[in-house]
């Protein structure tokens, strides 16, 4: 089994910083992709930023500019730095992993969720 583990979230006002962390363990052979995606009330579940495992990254139009997302291979972690957040980002961010376990089938799997609110 895999668990992804979220930290970081809270209550900011709007223009502030936050950095949300994602730390994948357990039954883990390789990592293909890490991201975040957020979910606001009634809203679908919506991408935020991801990173494969080259390096490659894709942001939402929304957050380019302000957020950046970060890995440490080493730790099987992913990184959110999300600056100068505005109302419309609060949201519970989750992480998402595409792992290959030991058994060589790769899933996707989820983070319990992280709430951020930013007031106005």
């Known amino acids: 089994q895999v668990q992804l583990v979220e930290s970081g979230g809270g209550l900011v006002q709007a223009g502030g910083s936050l950095r949300l962390s994602c730390v994948a363990s357990g039954d883990i052979f390789s990592i293909n992709l890490m991201g975040w995606y957020r979910q606001a009330p009634a809203k679908p579940r919506d991408l935020v930023a991801t990173?494969?495992?080259?390096?490659?990254?894709n942001y939402a139009d929304s957050v380019k500019g302000r957020f950046t997302i970060s890995r440490d291979y080493a730790k099987n972690t992913v990184y959110l730095q999300m600056n100068s957040l505005k109302p419309e980002d609060t949201a519970v961010y989750y992480c998402k992993a595409i792992i290959k376990s030991g058994d060589a089938v790769v899933r996707q799997f989820w983070g319990q969720g992280t709430q951020v609110t930013v007031s106005s």
């Open positions: 990173s494969t495992a080259s390096s490659f990254t």
